[in-house]
Antibody
Framework: EVQLVESGGGLVQPGGSLRLSCAAS????????MHWVRQVPGKGLVWVSR????????SYADSVKGRFTISRDNAKNTLYLQMNSLRAEDTAVYYC??????????????WGQGTLVTVSS | EIVLTQSPGTLSLSPGERATLSCRAS???????LAWYQQKPGQAPRLLIY???SRATGIPDRFSGSGSGTDFTLTISRLEPEDFAVYYC?????????FGQGTKLEIK
């Protein structure tokens, strides 16, 4: 079964750090571009970051640029999101997701269940 | 950044009726790289339509997508009880990828 499972969410103080993980299974992880998308509870979806299949290229939403770092370990079939200098407005459910086809721009066909990050003192 | 505007914000219909959801882009969407997602409470989004009009795997044929350029439509031909949810459009042809704000389809 093709699956993405996030972990690492939780409560963190403003200015703090957190690292999210996303474990992939059931497909050739190293062939797919991967993304993080977040959603404030009750609000819409917002794209956060993207990494290409071999990890050599990344991009970020302006709201997280310079604070968040996306990375991947293809040997471990795992995607990461290192979040530093966290702010209250980063509070959201974070989803990992993949492009539908390998090595190309595509819609997001597989999503994890999400992990909640709460930034509060 | 391409801004996607969905309308209406909320659509109240009854099972068996036809639903028409709109997504308008602030500039032309490259190669019709437009997708639609369905999201139910407490669940992750599910891909319904990609390439503006192609149904994703396992999606019933009552769901259809159309449009090009800046105007796109998701149509649900006959609403089933499980179709009441929030629907998002997304463009994935131009970075950064962007989502519309969503249309909530509720039971009348």
């Amino acid at each position: 079964e093709v699956q993405l499972v996030e972990s690492g969410g939780g409560l963190v103080q403003p200015g703090g750090s957190l690292r999210l993980s996303c474990a992939a299974s059931g497909f050739t992880f190293s062939s797919y571009w991967m993304h993080w998308v977040r959603q404030v509870p009750g609000k819409g979806l917002v794209w956060v970051s993207r990494i290409n299949s071999d990890g050599s290229s990344t991009s970020y939403a302006d709201s997280v640029k310079g604070r968040f770092t996306i990375s991947r370990d293809n040997a471990k079939n795992t995607l990461y999101l290192q979040m530093n200098s966290l702010r209250a407005e980063d509070t959201a459910v974070y989803y990992c997701t993949r492009d539908k086809e390998p090595h190309t721009y595509d819609a997001f066909d597989i999503w994890g269940q999400g992990t909640l990050v709460t930034v509060s003192s | 950044e391409i801004v996607l505007t969905q309308s209406p914000g909320t659509l109240s219909l009854s099972p068996g009726e036809r639903a028409t959801l709109s997504c308008r882009a602030s500039q032309s969407v490259s190669s019709s790289y437009l997708a639609w997602y369905q999201q139910k409470p407490g669940q992750a989004p599910r891909l319904l339509i990609y390439g503006a009009s192609s149904r994703a795997t396992g999606i019933p044929d009552r769901f259809s997508g159309s449009g090009s350029g800046t105007d796109f439509t998701l149509t649900i031909s006959r609403l089933e009880p499980e179709d009441f949810a929030v629907y998002y459009c997304q463009q994935y042809g131009t970075a950064p990828r962007s989502f519309g704000q969503g249309t909530k389809l509720e039971i009348k």
